[in-house]
């Protein structure tokens, strides 16, 4: 890649850092067909999904749909507004004949500015107004960015940036190779915290395996509650499909272990098994509910709730294969999200009904 290139990738990079926010930029040619078929919402879907779960994410990726602009997503939703940040940036006078890595600049500094809402009904005011510059780009459902035509397709290509394992690798292709990076490098994320969790679950299951037969059957009453927990979460363990499963087994675990014990805790995090056995019981509002529900949550989850920041949240695949929050899968459909790993009920109990309705 040229030196300036390389130069503007820095500088970008130093901007996107400055702005303190978790701001992700991928740039990449998208096409029909590729490993996104050329789609700006499956990229963002893709790299959302791969990225190790954190608070939030803002993401500025290349638009399928328009090459040479770019579109915004952010989660959780609205927070930064960047969606309309991003999209304004293509509409502003001063990028009007702007090439891609001065058009994202400026994508990255609206987005930082926090006005996002504000910023595109101003840059698209001259659109609304009848007989003026109609038919320079209009956005059907003003989402999309706009941009004129003459942006360099190479710089589409000579960007990736900001995604840690990407940010210092060139694009020198057009095609290809080129997409199949980030696909590469976040599967191989997802298969790492898979087997983590995967031998975790197992030491988990084999320590109560191995504590069950020592347990006095006249003076442990948990003992067969404990003895079917252990039984469920080896059966979850061998046909675990992801993290979702794998997490089941160590939550089924846990609720076997705590049986055993005769010293009934609070269940692991709600928002994330992962992060351990939860310590207090806390009110939730779910985005887009109104009910309200009692979730049982790990420390740090319970200051990501106070200080109104998303914690943490472990995610699963819809019918769609659609990304989302575990627990945002219709409860019919997964025993996680209706059993909440044990914080909505126990989940030895919501896991033994599913194995009873389930056709397998
Ligand atoms: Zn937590």
Redesign the pocket.
């Known amino acids: 890649m040229p030196t300036d290139l390389r130069a503007r990738q820095r500088q970008l990079a130093d901007r996107i850092r400055r702005t303190g926010l978790p701001l992700k930029v991928v740039l990449t040619l998208l096409t029909k067909g590729d490993v996104f078929d050329g789609d700006s919402v499956v990229l963002a879907d893709r790299v959302r999904d791969r990225l190790p779960a954190q608070r939030g994410l803002v993401l500025i990726t290349t638009d399928g749909d328009s090459p040479g602009s770019l579109r915004g997503f952010e989660w959780p939703a609205d927070t930064h507004q960047a969606r309309e940040a991003v999209a304004a940036a293509g509409f502003l006078d001063e990028t009007r004949n702007a090439g891609l890595a001065d058009l994202t600049a400026k994508a990255v500094d609206l987005v930082a500015e926090g006005r996002g809402e504000q910023r595109y009904a101003e840059a698209t005011k001259h659109l609304r107004a009848p007989g003026t510059r109609t038919d320079e780009g209009k956005t059907p459902d003003g989402t999309c960015g706009w941009l004129p035509a003459a942006i360099p397709l190479a710089l589409v290509l000579a960007l990736a940036l900001a995604l840690t394992t990407l940010a210092t690798r060139a694009l020198r292709r057009r095609r290809g190779p080129v997409a199949s990076v980030p696909h590469l490098v976040f599967a191989k994320a997802r298969a790492a915290e898979e087997a983590e969790l995967h031998r975790r679950a197992e030491a988990e299951i084999l320590a109560l395996g191995e504590a069950t037969p020592a347990a006095d059957v006249t003076t442990t009453p948990g003992l067969q509650a404990a003895l079917d927990a252990y039984a469920a979460a080896g059966g979850v363990l061998d046909e675990a499909r992801g993290l979702p499963d794998l997490a089941g087994a160590l939550a089924l675990a846990s609720e076997g272990q705590d049986a055993l014990d005769d010293t009934p805790g609070l269940p692991l995090?709600f928002?994330?098994p992962r992060?351990g056995r939860a310590a207090l019981r806390t009110p939730w509002h779910r985005l887009g509910h109104r009910d309200r529900l009692d979730v049982t949550?790990?420390r740090?989850?319970a200051d990501a709730l106070r200080d109104r920041r998303r914690?943490?949240v472990l995610t699963d695949r819809d019918e769609n294969g659609r990304t989302m929050p575990y627990f945002e899968i219709p409860p019919e459909r997964s025993v996680w999200a209706a059993t909440g790993y044990g914080s909505l009920m126990p989940v030895s109990a919501g896991f033994s009904r599913h194995r009873t309705v389930s056709p397998t």
Request: glycine share 0%.
């Open positions: 995090c928002f994330d992060h949550v790990c740090t989850c914690p943490e």
